[in-house]
């Protein structure tokens, strides 16, 4: 017979740690003689069998735990919670909460979510992505000097300060939106989780240096145009998980990395050039995931091709009747390129920002096209896009 | 369809849970149980000789009194059911590790703590055990009663912990305590390790039963009692109420557990031979 000599250890001091291990190793029905000298191992040992449904059997003066039925009844109707290598083609919402590829105990409630299909969610870069996300976090306190010598004069300031403004507006509809899928999607996908997490911090470091540049020399922040958060509001309202994804960040962050590279190209002082550099890495990631992804869903599903594009044509008819792109950011973005207001640069600055919008149409119709839109309708959809550019 | 009734005391608001619980699994085997929860075991008790339900989920206390009362009305109860961990319980009788007490027999003149006034497993059988030692509890040894629950016979373990407490803060010379609970509060601290001493303790005694009153339906009651002994912890369904309700399966009730608490509920006059409450002081 097994043997568990607990020497002076209690059980109200660890000693079922031993016991449990040894019972483990015989079958139900067996037993297992328990020898140790703790002054009340015999009563503790007949409240732990009895809590545990296990017997003990002290007859001959020798300690013997009977093993009972009820721990391997417990994980009798066991599963694993999938494969921890790769991601289950359907993650069944019994599995909870519990770790990708863990055996998980029958019973408990279902996970309340919405998105447990692999191809909803799904793209082969994700992992990828999300190492390249993790190692390159910044801190926002060191990743900017802060303390960079500025002579912006005060007109270009505020065209900094209104851009900023509405930087920070759009980082926030880019902040609650993977927020919100991310409530919605089955943990087993893990890698889309955790990508969807970073993006969230992501935007949430965006927030903050784009404040502080704004409220580096000034007391006020600039102004939210009507039309420019309905824009936003179209996107925080849009459900699907793949729509959301493309409409965010394969046509709005796509076209934001452009106008942040922009703003990098015509910056007038170091924080400016540092943020909008930083925040510009950062998205490019969240718009190569919104890319894959949907070229997954699209790859797997031809005809999803008409479902997006009609999202486009929604929220253009949505957004028909708005002014889109407030003046003030516009005219801030020429001021911005032109450095001045010499009618000459002036000119300059409204050819960059004109050349900017080539650019970011440039640039949609490339995803759209990777994505599977034929050229022709990849320029059509391009055209639709918001004048908010997210 | 006859629906049959039982009673379970709310001690806690588990209680809910588990009979809800309960309740839904058999209506899924086509049985109807409904259940009415008191605050306390005697009128439960009255209740169930009364004929006002079917079932009581009874504590031993309980159970002693149904059955005293059904027989001064020349009828019967019957304990149906209860739990695997319903068998076989023990009580300690705690000192201090570095206390000069040896044996029971030392306790004379010392200061004893117990559970609350109607506390089969911390109160009344120990004290009787005590008494059967030889330890005169009218005299000079002074029982120190830790009332938390009362009406709950004992099934609040607040009232132990209090004592275990006072024991460990020197405040108590003893302290009786059921072998479950010397266990759980050495786990959860409240007794540090090493920190007590057990210097006796009672003969093994059974703890709840399902109990039949004299009026319920035998064949409606032996169908609920099948169904509850085919409950198998391997069910994930209902092995949370389980669980929750502290076992891993039913046993067929058995009353010979209940000899020794007869005898402490008759030296206490807790209950006369008819089942009336006889306990100075108890206001369930």
């Not at chain 2, 059955?67 to 019957?78: C, H, K, L």
């Not at chain 2, 703890?207 to 169908?223: K, S, W, Y």
Request: proline share 4%; glycine share 10%; charged share 25%.
């Amino acid at each position: 017979m097994t043997t568990c000599d607990l020497e002076d250890l209690g059980l109200d001091e660890g000693g079922h740690l031993p016991l449990s291990r040894a019972l483990a190793g015989v079958p139900a029905g067996t037993g297992v003689a328990v020898r140790g000298s703790h002054p009340a191992l015999a009563l503790h040992l007949g409240a732990w069998c009895r809590a545990k449904g296990h017997r003990l059997d002290s007859t001959g003066g020798v300690l013997r735990v009977v093993r009972g039925t009820a721990d391997g009844d417990r994980w009798a109707g066991a599963v694993r919670a999938g494969d921890a290598a790769r991601p289950a083609e359907h993650a069944a919402p019994a599995w909870g909460l519990a770790a990708r590829g863990a055996l998980v105990e029958a019973g408990g409630p279902p996970l309340s979510v919405d998105w447990v299909d692999r191809d909803l969610v799904w793209a082969d870069v994700a992992p990828r992505l999300y190492a390249n996300a993790s190692a390159a976090q910044w801190d926002p306190a060191t990743a900017v000097d802060w303390t960079a010598r500025s002579d912006v004069p005060p007109d270009i300031e505020d065209a900094v300060v209104q851009v900023m403004t509405y930087l920070v507006e759009n980082e926030q509809a880019a902040l609650v939106i993977p927020a919100r899928l991310l409530s919605r999607l089955h943990p087993h996908f893990r890698e889309v989780m955790q990508l969807l997490a970073v993006q969230v911090a992501d935007e949430a470091r965006h927030v903050e240096v784009f404040t502080r540049r704004a409220l580096l020399h000034r007391e006020a922040l600039g102004r939210s145009g009507a039309g420019g958060r309905a824009s936003l509001q179209t996107l925080v309202g849009e459900h699907d998980f793949t729509m959301a994804s493309f409409l965010l960040s394969v046509l709005g962050e796509g076209t934001f990395v452009d106008l942040l590279r922009f703003l990098n190209l015509h910056a007038p002082d170091a924080v400016t050039a540092d943020v909008t550099r930083l925040a510009a890495r950062d998205e490019a990631r969240h718009v190569a995931f919104g890319v894959a992804h949907t070229a997954h869903v699209a790859h797997t599903d031809p005809s999803f091709l008409g479902t997006l594009r009609a999202a486009v044509e929604r929220r253009h008819s949505a957004l028909a009747q708005t002014a889109g792109l407030n003046q003030e950011v516009f005219d801030s973005l020429v001021l911005l390129a032109a450095g001045s207001w010499a009618p000459s640069a002036i000119k300059r600055g409204w050819a960059a920002v004109q050349d900017l919008q080539r650019g970011m149409d440039e640039g949609r119709r490339r995803r759209l096209a990777y994505i599977g839109f034929p050229d022709d309708e990849a320029a059509e959809i391009s055209a639709l896009h918001t004048r908010n550019f997210m | 369809m006859t629906t049959l009734l039982l009673g379970a005391v709310a001690y806690d608001p588990k209680v809910v849970t588990i009979w809800e619980g309960f309740r839904a699994w058999l209506r899924r085997s086509d049985f109807d149980l409904d259940f009415v929860l008191y605050s306390h075991y005697e009128r439960q008790v009255e209740d169930l000789l009364d004929g006002r339900i079917d079932v009581a989920w009874n504590s031993p206390l309980a159970w002693v009194r149904a059955r005293r009362m059904a027989e001064a009305r020349g009828g019967a109860v019957r304990a149906v059911l209860m739990r695997d961990t319903d068998r076989d319980l023990v009580t300690a009788v705690a000192v201090r590790a570095d206390s000069d007490l040896q044996s029971l027999a030392d306790l004379a003149g010392r200061t004893i703590g117990v559970g609350a006034i109607d506390s089969p497993q911390a109160t009344l059988l120990p004290l009787s055990h005590l008494r059967a030692a030889g330890v005169d509890l009218d005299g000079p040894a002074h029982v120190r009663r830790f009332d938390v629950g009362v009406g709950l016979h004992g099934d609040h373990i607040g009232g132990e912990r209090d004592a275990a407490a006072a024991l460990v803060a020197g405040r108590l010379d003893a302290a009786c305590l059921t072998d479950g609970n010397l266990l759980l509060f050495g786990q959860e601290g409240t007794l540090p390790a090493g920190s007590v001493r057990v210097i006796g303790q009672t003969p093994a005694f059974d703890h709840c039963n399902m109990t039949a009153g004299p009026r319920a339906d035998a064949a409606l009651v032996e169908r609920f009692a099948d169904l509850l002994l085919a409950m198998s912890y391997a069910d994930e369904q209902v092995r949370p109420l389980l669980d929750l309700e502290g076992l891993t399966r039913w046993l067929p009730g058995r009353t010979e557990g209940y000899a020794a608490l007869e005898r402490a509920v008759d030296e206490s006059g807790f209950y006369d031979s008819e089942g009336r409450i006889g306990a100075r002081g108890y206001r369930p």
